[in-house]
């Protein structure tokens, strides 16, 4: 598996941005599907983005606009960039891999995958 390692959150008032990282370790597969998911307090874990290998992105419809997901493949990060922060955005902010993947359809949902890789979380609070 990849060991996968977050950074970049914190506390933030609403309107502010936040970009999350994440890093991957160790046995990273030449094409991958990565995931950015969140939980909040008492809800179930959400995924928000995707993106894979060859930089075909996916997100959930009520972060569009406002979450942007990139990566740095020399460095092996990945990135969360969040605008316009909202108090309903606090959560733990979680990454994810899976592989050998693409993302091969315009239908793909993060939300659905089965991610085999994930991080510790990183939190964000908006207030």
């Known amino acids: 598996h990849v060991q996968l390692v977050e950074s970049g959150g914190g506390s933030v008032q609403a309107g502010g941005a936040l970009r999350l990282s994440c890093e991957a370790s160790?046995?990273?597969?030449?094409?991958?599907?990565m995931g950015w998911f969140r939980q909040a307090p008492g809800k179930e874990r959400e995924g928000v983005a995707a993106?894979?290998?060859?930089?075909?992105?996916s997100y959930a419809d009520s972060v569009k606009g406002r979450f942007a997901i990139s990566q740095d493949n020399a460095k092996k990060t990945l990135y969360l960039q969040i605008d316009n922060l909202k108090p309903e955005d606090t959560a733990v902010y979680y990454c994810?891999?899976?592989?050998?993947?693409?993302?091969?359809?315009?239908?793909?949902?993060?939300?659905?995958?089965?991610?085999?890789?994930w991080g510790q979380g990183t939190q964000v609070t908006v207030s």
């Open positions: 994810a891999a899976d592989g050998p993947l693409l993302i091969d359809s315009d239908d793909y949902d993060c939300r659905s995958h089965d991610f085999d890789s």
């Open positions: 993106i894979d290998s060859d930089g075909s992105t």
């Open positions: 160790g046995s990273t597969y030449s094409y991958y599907i």
